[in-house]
């Protein structure tokens, strides 16, 4: 890192995004059932065009999410 100024603009890419998630229900009643829900995403994108070497030719990207569901 030189500090440079990244002058390159414009570039862009494809991406691909899969995942998949559960939701469970629980014995919880508060007015509304109440269940609980996981879900695992995995992305794709075209590498960012940067001032220094990053390594490979993808970047990619994996999100853990969860939640509360109230089911009604």
Known sequence: MDGTR???RG????ALQFGGGVDIRTPIKVLFPIGLRGEVRDLYTAKPNYNVST???VQHNVVLSGGI????
């Open 69 to 72: 569901v109230l089911h009604f």
């Open 6 to 8: 990244n002058t390159t």
């Open 55 to 57: 390594g490979g030719g």
């Open 11 to 14: 570039t862009s890419g494809g």
